[in-house]
């Protein structure tokens, strides 16, 4: 059974830093791509990075490039993403994805 576990949100103020982990089981974590989504109240989803199976590739939504980073770590199976200088923008439930799996989410909320 594929599991996805992410944590690392919180409540932080515009221009501060969050990690976020997605821990997998389940699956051979380190033969596929994964990607980060997110979810606003009210809004669909967006996709917001992926990275690829060795790790050496990455793609960015143009509304976090520069600012995010997303990263693996085969051997932990685990999927971080860096947020740095976030927005309020960027406040949302933010999932790690694999095919058509994800986890419960996590909660970022960006407010002074």
């Known amino acids: 059974e594929v599991q996805l576990v992410e944590s690392g949100g919180d409540l932080v103020q515009p221009g501060g830093s969050l990690r976020l982990s997605c821990v997998a089981s389940?699956?051979?974590?380190?033969?596929?791509?994964m990607s980060w989504v997110r979810q606003a109240p009210g809004k669909g989803v967006e996709w917001v990075a992926e990275?690829?199976?060795?790790?050496?590739?990455?793609s960015y939504s143009p509304s976090v490039r520069g600012r995010f980073t997303i990263s693996r770590d085969n051997g932990k199976n685990t999927l971080y993403l860096q947020m740095n200088s976030l927005k309020p923008e960027d406040s949302a439930v933010y999932y790690c994805?694999?095919?058509?799996?994800r986890g419960q989410g996590t909660q970022v909320t960006v407010s002074s």
């Open positions: 990275i690829s199976v060795p790790g050496d590739t990455t």
């Open positions: 389940g699956f051979a974590f380190s033969r596929w791509s």
């Open positions: 994805t694999c095919g058509d799996s």
